[in-house]
């Protein structure tokens, strides 16, 4: 029996068939890639952990709970992948409870969240742009981050930045919660001469965020607004994990992980 483990740990959520295009697509991935340790999965999010198991009856570990099991099973070398998109809260929560439990452990290591150092926004920006649409003068792609309190939350406006300095002139970033917001994004769109935007979440998965406030028709939804500006919009509802080359770039932060 071999002594090591694998974790992977993502936010969650409550959408089943985003859950296994994203969530459980990574999953599978990261497991065919390491063989050799066994896979235990965790959410960090307790509201969705909660929904799942009072709704569907399902039963997901939060991070605690599937550290205790992989103590429980007497492994000592685990490996930890987050699909968290940056090094903000929810990692640094998610660190904090794994290293709770570094005594069990000879060897324990830490991948890197998919959006960590300047190569990644580069690598991600060569990754999506193949995948979306090409833009004609008249058209923008906008894409919709969660945002954060967390001074990770810089990594919006580096990645919007990038996406210009590397040919993209169309591509803008915002997000819902925290700056660059909608209203940013709409004060730099303005007088471009744009007539249709395509709309699409920057997050792991197509959830609550894509569906209501990127997708919904209630008038604050991001598409209302660009519409009610007189822009015809067009949602692509996919999650950073249906790419497989994003795929890739956790599978490679989980190789270059580093002992702590």
């Known amino acids: 029996m071999t002594n090591k483990a694998l974790l992977v740990v993502s936010f969650g959520t409550s959408y089943k068939e985003t859950r296994e295009k994203n969530i459980e697509h990574i999953e599978k991935i990261l497991a065919r890639k390491f063989p050799d340790r066994k896979f235990f999965h965790a959410y960090t999010s307790g509201m969705i952990l909660k929904k799942l198991r009072e709704r569907d009856h399902i039963i997901i570990p939060?991070?605690?709970?599937?550290?205790?099991?992989?103590?429980?099973?007497?492994?000592?070398?685990?490996?930890?992948q987050p699909t968290h998109i940056m090094n903000g809260v929810e990692n640094d929560l998610m660190k904090a409870d794994v290293l709770s439990f570094r005594e069990?452990?000879?060897?324990?290591?830490?991948?890197?969240?998919?959006?960590?150092?300047?190569?990644?926004?580069?690598?991600?920006?060569?990754?999506l742009t193949k995948e979306l649409p090409a833009l004609s003068e008249q058209e923008a792609l906008v894409f919709m981050g969660h945002g954060s309190a967390h001074y990770a939350n810089m990594l919006y406006g580096a990645l919007d930045y990038a996406f210009k300095q590397t040919g993209h002139p169309h591509v803008y970033v915002g997000t819902?919660?925290?700056?660059?917001d909608l209203d940013a994004v709409l004060s730099l769109m303005?007088?471009?001469?744009y007539r249709h935007i395509y709309l699409t979440p920057l997050m792991l998965v197509a959830g609550d965020h894509a569906s209501n406030d990127l997708?919904?028709?209630?008038?604050?939804?991001?598409?209302?607004?660009?519409?009610?500006?007189?822009?015809?919009?067009?949602?692509?509802?996919?999650?950073?994990?249906?790419?497989?080359?994003?795929?890739?770039?956790?599978?490679?932060?989980?190789?270059?992980?580093?002992?702590?």
């Open 62 to 80: 939060n991070v605690k709970e599937a550290m205790e099991d992989i103590v429980k099973e007497g492994f000592t070398d685990l490996l930890v």
């Open 104 to 127: 069990h452990f000879s060897s324990l290591s830490f991948g890197s969240p998919l959006l960590t150092d300047t190569s990644d926004l580069f690598y991600v920006i060569d990754a």
């Open 176 to 180: 819902v919660e925290a700056y660059p």
């Open 190 to 193: 303005e007088g471009k001469g």
């Open 215 to 260: 997708a919904g028709e209630e008038p604050d939804s991001w598409k209302s607004i660009f519409q009610s500006r007189g822009y015809e919009t067009t949602c692509i509802l996919k999650g950073l994990g249906e790419y497989e080359s994003i795929c890739e770039l956790y599978v490679r932060h989980a190789l270059q992980a580093q002992p702590v």
